[in-house]
């Protein structure tokens, strides 16, 4: 049994103090404290007053990103060593509008899922086609290319906390949603990736999440599928209401 993994990614929203409030209005709404892994991947700005918000409470806080290297001349960016020293375990990796406004590539999601494991963080890789590639047929192409090319030069020892989310594009902040088969066909393309990759026992462990406008009414059933180990969740994250409705599935 994987145990699931419930993601919220707060892309640019919240202040610090937003964070503080949220934590303190979503503790006593858990109703199963413990059952599943919670993440929350508030704005690098947020991650101090956050990880202080949940210390004793059993959630974990990620970041929505980190620069491959360990420190340099790269104005702007965040590397391994800050996260891992403010206390962060996670890391959303390669996320699509990384891909689509920061111009984001296979190789540098290759880059940053090594420097991630390199730190001990627990990397959540994002793969997952556009519509034109899914009314094309292009799927399984797509998400092979992804995969192949963000495992490579990876050991399984080095990857054992891979987690990777399946989070098809057209289905992000559109109110579209996967249905639990379309996500349960793709999480076993990815999972066939990580055999090629990594072998038979790691894939069998390795946490496929799935991600793209999952909501209050749709998460039991997707939560339901035996292929998807957990969910990345934007705009129903945003809320402590709707976010505790998710993970209380
Ligand atoms: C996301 O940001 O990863 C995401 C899935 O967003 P939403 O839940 O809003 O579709």
């Not at 702007?76 to 959303?92: F, Q």
């Not at 999972?191 to 209050?216: C, H, Q």
Request: net charge negative; proline share 4%.
């Amino acid at each position: 049994m994987r145990k699931k993994l419930l993601a919220a990614n707060w892309k640019m929203y919240k202040t610090p103090d937003d964070c503080r409030a949220f934590v303190r209005d979503f503790l006593p709404l858990i109703a199963n404290p413990g059952r599943d892994e919670i993440v929350l991947c508030p704005p690098y700005v947020d991650l101090h007053a956050t990880l202080e918000a949940v210390k004793g409470s059993g959630l974990c806080v990620g970041a929505q990103n980190l620069h491959w290297e360990k420190e340099g001349a790269f104005t702007g960016e965040v590397s391994r060593v800050m996260l891992v020293a403010l206390g962060v375990t996670h890391v959303i990796i390669g996320h699509s509008e990384r891909r689509q406004y920061f111009a984001e590539t296979d190789d540098t999601v290759n880059r940053k899922l090594e420097s991630a494991l390199e730190a001990g963080l627990a990397p959540i890789v994002c793969v997952g086609e556009v519509l034109e590639e899914r009314e094309a047929g292009l799927t399984d192409d797509v998400l092979r290319r992804q995969c192949t090319r963000a495992f490579s030069g990876i050991s399984a020892k080095k990857a054992e906390k891979l987690v990777v989310a399946y989070e098809p594009v057209w289905a992000i902040g559109t109110g579209k949603t996967a249905t639990p088969q379309i996500a349960a066909s793709a999480h076993l393309v990815i999972r066939e990736e990580a055999v090629e990759a990594f072998g038979a026992e790691f894939a069998d462990k390795l946490r496929i999440l799935y991600g793209g406008s999952v909501k209050p009414d749709n998460v039991k059933s997707l939560m339901a599928e035996p292929e998807i180990d957990g969910g990345l969740v934007g705009g129903a994250s945003l809320d402590p209401k709707s976010w505790s409705a998710i993970v209380n599935y």
